[in-house]
């Protein structure tokens, strides 16, 4: 069996196909309510950069002694928050797992690692509720430090009558596709950076720092990639500035799935509902601009119920427990003996 570094310089329409396969075939059994990897987005997945990623991603394949793939990898290394973090990813097939595969996998990719200087590993979005990734997280003794919670808006089924939410009194509610306002610019930065004020649980965890330059940043990596970047925000009429926003993201791959990506409200300006009716009015102007999307999901961090309401009382149902998973990597080297 070979864990090594995916090349795609020589991959071939049939590698990317049997990579979409398999991973539809675990994320049916690991990722229940969320759709299944094909062809497309596999190939958007590991050809283009994506702009929401933390970090560039560095993909591994495992085959047997036969040829044949069993197993998918990433690990990455962000360069401005966290640095001193490795973000690992791993799916093992399905009737393969329990043959060390994974653990193959993280014996291959820990001397990049220590190489890079960083002293944990951390495995982001792992299913909970006794899942075969938990337990093998657990078993190298990484330790779940921001639980979460899934959770998907089935678009054809919804009640759209919950998305009639008027701004608060004193707020007006706005939103764009792509670039920011250049006269919001200021205070929606400051209001990017209220994301960081949240449940940070038992991780030292560091959310981006936001400046108007890496807005701009972000916005044009988004639209180099052909993503449908979206904001709506609250706007306090007294001050002009910016309270709260969300965003979501629509993939060219996925045109009838879109990704609710950071929602966050001002420490000043909660109380009022702006929570609840930013988000109505993003998937208001969603369904008015992108009527193909079939469902919305986010991540919430478990401990934050008073985001988990609003998104229920939107529409959205939970559908599955979610942890950041994390371990040192002085530790899990002695773990693989290594």
């Not at 930065?189 to 449940?199: H, L």
């Not at 038992?202 to 052909?226: C, H, L, N, V, Y």
């Amino acid at each position: 069996m070979e864990f090594a570094p995916f090349d795609s310089s020589t991959a071939t329409d049939a590698d990317y196909a049997a990579i979409a396969e398999m991973r539809a075939r675990m994320h049916a059994v690991d990722r229940v309510g969320s759709p299944l990897p094909t062809l497309a987005t596999t190939l958007e997945l590991m050809t283009k950069q994506d702009a929401a990623a933390l970090a560039r991603r560095n993909f591994w394949l495992a085959r047997d002694d036969s040829g044949r793939l069993v197993g998918f990898g990433t690990v990455s290394f962000p360069e401005q928050e966290n640095t001193e973090t490795a973000f690992v990813s791993l799916e093992v097939d399905l009737g393969r797992r329990r043959e060390g595969i994974g653990t193959a996998f993280l014996k291959a990719v820990l001397p990049a690692v220590q190489a890079a200087g960083r002293t944990r590993v951390m495995a982001m979005n792992v299913t909970t509720d006794g899942s075969d990734g938990e337990r093998f997280a657990v078993e190298l003794g990484a330790v779940c430090t921001l639980p979460g919670l899934m959770q998907t808006l089935e678009v054809p089924s919804v009640d759209r009558a919950l998305w009639d939410v008027p701004a608060p009194d004193g707020y007006r509610l706005q939103g764009w596709s792509g670039a920011a306002p250049e006269e919001l610019m200021a205070s929606y930065t400051v209001a990017r950076n209220a994301i960081a004020d949240k449940p940070a649980q038992a991780s030292d965890w560091e959310e981006m720092e936001w400046t108007p330059e890496r807005i701009r940043e972000d916005e044009a990596s988004f639209a180099a990639s052909g993503q449908d970047y979206r904001i709506a925000i609250a706007v306090h009429e007294a001050t002009g500035e910016v309270a709260g926003f969300t965003e979501i993201v629509v993939r060219p791959s996925a045109p009838e799935l879109a990704q609710q990506i950071d929602t966050a409200v001002l420490k000043v300006h909660r109380g009022h509902g702006l929570g609840r009716a930013i988000k109505a009015e993003m998937m208001r102007r969603l369904m008015a601009e992108r009527p193909e999307v079939e469902q919305v999901a986010t991540t919430t961090a478990a401990d934050n119920s008073y985001m988990i309401a609003v998104n229920h009382s939107i529409g959205y149902t939970d559908a599955r427990g979610l942890g950041h998973f994390e371990v040192a990597v002085d530790d899990l080297a002695a773990r693989l003996g290594s």
